[in-house]
């Protein structure tokens, strides 16, 4: 793949310079107070209520911010300094969990606090997230070697607070004392934002943004949907986040059971581990990868990988041997995510980068809650083993659909 680098912007950072430190910085410790607050919710609403419907209502209204608000958010990003919009998006986050943090201690938080307080949270990432993919873009000046190394220790930095440390500490924390990983998040958005006044202020889109929001949202989304190579990237994340959520529904119902892998719920937790190990260890070397094969083998790589896993589980009966196939599947998400990441912001000129990563984002996070409900039904009907084996067919199809556009040379 050959890509035109464009001219540094006048107030860019030299690649691996103190803005590009000062964003992994945040994310590892923001990721980890996000980590105690995912786990933190659940228990606090199952606390609240034993009302299936209203717990679930939780979880939904948390995924909303992705489908209605990140268009806009894109948009909005592409006017706005990136320093002032993660900056803003930390401190509203702080404040909103810090007020949790109060109902919680106070003993007057609801199932609808709760989960009014997670849209607005999971609103803050929405727009912080964009903010900070787009100012790696230019902090790294578009150097693909670069991006990928960045993105790649960015989100395995992610991975490990919010899937690895994050959750165990945070239900831990939740046993002794309700309000403590709620005070943990509120204060890791506080120093995520310290650290973030690091990034240069005139660091922001070039371009005339002038037009209306609606016409912008309307022209991010018709760039994504006619540039061939990245609605065909969107669409293979989507099937990915399908298969994944598909498999990942019931999974825990398999694991536990007499029929499947026969473990506890400690042994659960293991295998919860292996996932996010998995995605830890390969987001640092996700750059040598794509080095020594391109971006779109590495990303193909990941993705048959995640689709031979999981219809292997499915037939194991073995938790030692499902535990280092998990790590396969979280390896490949992380890697997966690290490709899409850097050619989203290698491709996309960076007047319209906030929007088509908003769009990007979009198309494939709303395949989480369908993948979720379709794995649920397969599993109703065909038993817990098939949502796994379902998962695979999803995934090999899709990868035999794109195949010809994403090793096709430009």
Not at 97 to 108: N, R, S
């Amino acid at each position: 793949m050959t890509v035109t680098n464009p001219r540094p912007a006048e107030h860019t950072a030299r690649p691996g310079g103190r803005g590009l430190r000062a964003i992994l910085a945040s994310v590892g410790v923001s990721s980890v107070g996000d980590g105690m607050f995912l786990a933190a919710v659940p228990l606090t609403a199952a606390a609240l209520t034993r009302s299936p419907t209203a717990v679930a209502a939780v979880t939904a209204i948390g995924y909303l911010p992705w489908v209605v608000v990140a268009p806009f958010a894109g948009a909005l990003v592409d006017r706005w300094p990136y320093r002032a919009t993660v900056l803003t998006a930390d401190i509203t986050r702080a404040v909103a969990v810090a007020a949790l943090a109060a109902a919680v201690a106070l003993d007057v938080a609801t199932v609808w606090i709760l989960a009014v307080i997670a849209a607005v949270v999971v609103t803050g990432q929405v727009f912080h997230d964009i903010a900070l993919q787009a100012a790696v873009a230019e902090l790294a000046h578009r150097d693909p070697d670069t991006l990928h190394h960045v993105n790649g220790r960015m989100f395995s930095l992610d991975t490990a607070g919010k899937s690895l440390i994050g959750p165990p500490v945070g239900a831990a924390a939740f046993t002794a004392a309700r309000v403590v990983p709620y005070a943990v998040d509120a204060a890791s958005f506080a120093a995520s934002a310290a650290l973030l006044t690091r990034l240069p202020r005139g660091l922001r889109a070039a371009g005339d943004h002038t037009a209306p929001i609606g016409r912008a949202v309307k022209d991010g989304l018709l760039w994504l949907a006619r540039h061939r190579r990245l609605r065909t990237l969107a669409l293979l994340a989507a099937a990915a986040n399908l298969a994944y959520n598909a498999a990942w529904a019931t999974f825990v119902l398999y694991a536990t059971s007499e029929q499947g892998l026969r473990v506890t719920d400690a042994g659960f937790g293991l295998l919860v581990a292996a996932l996010a190990a998995g995605g830890v260890v390969i987001g640092p070397l996700a750059h040598r990868i794509t080095r020594a094969v391109g971006a779109e083998p590495a990303l193909l790589i990941g993705v048959v990988a995640h689709a031979a896993a999981w219809p292997v589980i499915a037939v194991v009966d073995s938790p030692w041997v499902a535990a280092p196939l998990l790590a396969a599947i979280g390896a490949s998400q992380t890697l997966i995510t690290t490709v899409n990441a850097g050619l989203r912001q290698l491709l996309v000129p960076a007047d319209m980068l906030g929007r088509v990563i908003a769009g990007f984002r979009t198309v494939a996070n709303s395949a989480s809650p369908a993948g979720a409900v379709l794995g649920g039904l397969i599993a109703a009907s065909a038993g817990l083993r098939a949502p796994m084996v379902a998962g695979g067919v999803i995934l090999a199809m899709s990868v035999a659909a794109t195949i010809p556009t994403l090793l096709r040379k430009p």
